[in-house]
């Protein structure tokens, strides 16, 4: 039975090239929160940080502050923080925390993802924030 092969290849040559193909795609994983305020929703991604002091605010209308800080190394610091502020003239002020574990475990109410659906109101005014998270796994290519 004739073998196939392409003009100029060596059978070592697409073996290389094909586990080449498959150790350069990763799982990188990613937290998105579907964020909801004044009947505007908008995706807030969070990426892996080693360090959750650079990870910076999302403004959300005139009053909330949201921030998302995805760790997962060390071990013992692995999790996912959410932080809801107030936007105050005095400086931000925090209204809303939650920390989950990472991995998040499987949760039977898929559809708010790991954190549930979570409801922030402005002290002063009638405004209420809605939020929930979910972790991804997506294919990136590395190098």
């Known amino acids: 039975m004739p073998r196939h092969r ?27 929160c579907h964020v909801s305020y004044g009947g505007e929703t908008r995706l807030v991604e969070a990426q892996p940080v080693a360090s959750p002091y650079a990870v910076p ?3 959300i209308g005139s009053y909330f502050l949201f921030r998302v ?4 190394e060390p071990a013992d610091l692995a999790a996912i923080k959410v932080y809801v502020l107030a936007d105050r003239e005095r400086g931000p002020a925090p209204i809303h925390q939650a920390t989950h574990r990472y991995p ?6 898929a559809l708010w993802g790991f954190t549930g659906l979570n409801h922030i109101y402005e002290p002063r005014r009638d405004g209420e924030l809605r939020y929930w998270c979910e ?9």
């Open 6 to 32: 392409l003009p100029g290849t060596s059978t070592a040559l697409l073996f290389a090239q094909l586990v080449g193909c498959q150790a350069s795609t990763a799982l990188a994983e990613t937290v998105t």
């Open 135 to 143: 972790l991804s796994k997506a294919e990136s290519q590395a190098g």
């Open 104 to 109: 998040p475990p499987q949760v039977n109410h």
């Open 57 to 59: 605010v999302q403004k």
């Open 69 to 72: 800080v995805f760790q997962q």
